[in-house]
């Protein structure tokens, strides 16, 4: 397929984490800069509670309510002039940005001990990161590969792609008497967005 070419809601967007069974190396996610090579690591979907680690696994973060921007925003600091109507703008130090993703909050998938992704909070280890943006949903025919990044997978549909390196950083439960039980599940960036790519 091709990026997206239509207007539309982002329904079917999927927010993934490479897990593999021995952790990537600083040299080995340093030298990861290429489509070809992310996409390898998001080969096979596993579920977060069960699920088997290996070299091209993933986990996706499911029940999302709500995504953050994403790509690489503005560093440009507002500076104010005696005497001037407007203000002069610099380009100022640049800071990774953290992307807060809010979630109806499913506790199994996130339990500390019990869950891939509950092992992933705070522990301080980078992992991959993918965002694809998705107006339709993939038309891959097994649950593992439906959402892989793959030509039979997220290529099935038109896709627009983004990785990253970062960590999960914390995971903020949010109960509710009148809505679904929320978290906000908030990731830092340990380096530059990579896309938008297309599969």
């Known amino acids: 397929m091709a990026h997206i070419s239509a207007i539309g809601a982002g329904l079917f967007s999927d927010?993934?984490?490479?897990?593999?069974?021995?952790?990537?190396?600083?040299g080995a996610l340093a030298a990861l800069t290429t489509a070809g090579?992310?996409?390898?690591l998001f080969t096979t979907s596993i579920d977060s509670v069960g699920g088997t680690s290996g070299s091209?696994?993933?986990?996706?973060?499911?029940?999302?309510?709500?995504?953050?921007?994403?790509?690489?925003?503005?560093?440009?600091?507002?500076?104010p002039a005696y005497g001037q109507k407007t203000s002069s703008?610099?380009?100022?130090?640049a800071d990774a940005p953290?992307?807060?993703v809010t979630l109806n909050y499913v506790p199994s998938e996130w339990g500390?001990?019990?869950?891939?992704?509950?092992?992933?909070?705070?522990?301080?280890?980078?992992?991959?990161f993918r965002f694809a943006l998705l107006n339709s949903e993939p038309t891959g025919t097994t649950v593992a590969t439906k959402y892989?990044?793959?030509?039979?997978?997220?290529?099935?549909?038109?896709?627009?792609?983004?990785?990253?390196?970062?960590k999960v950083e914390a995971l903020l439960a949010n109960p509710q008497?009148?809505?679904?039980?929320?978290?906000?599940?908030t990731m830092t960036l340990q380096g530059d967005f990579y896309g938008a790519y297309t599969l």
Do not use: C, K, M
């Not at 927010?15 to 600083?26: K, Q």
């Not at 996706?60 to 440009?76: D, K, M, S």
């Not at 703008?89 to 130090?93: E, F, L, T, V």
């Not at 008497?177 to 599940?185: C, K, P, R």
């Open 15 to 26: 927010l993934s984490i490479h897990v593999p069974s021995t952790l990537l190396t600083a």
């Open 37 to 40: 090579a992310f996409n390898a």
């Open 56 to 79: 091209s696994t993933f986990v996706r973060v499911r029940n999302v309510r709500e995504y953050p921007q994403i790509g690489t925003p503005a560093n440009v600091v507002n500076v």
């Open 89 to 93: 703008q610099i380009q100022g130090q």
């Open 98 to 100: 953290s992307l807060e």
């Open 112 to 128: 500390s001990g019990t869950s891939i992704l509950g092992g992933l909070v705070g522990n301080g280890n980078q992992y991959v």
């Open 148 to 166: 892989a990044s793959s030509v039979a997978g997220l290529g099935s549909v038109q896709n627009s792609v983004y990785y990253w390196v970062g």
């Open 177 to 185: 008497l009148t809505d679904a039980n929320q978290a906000t599940l």
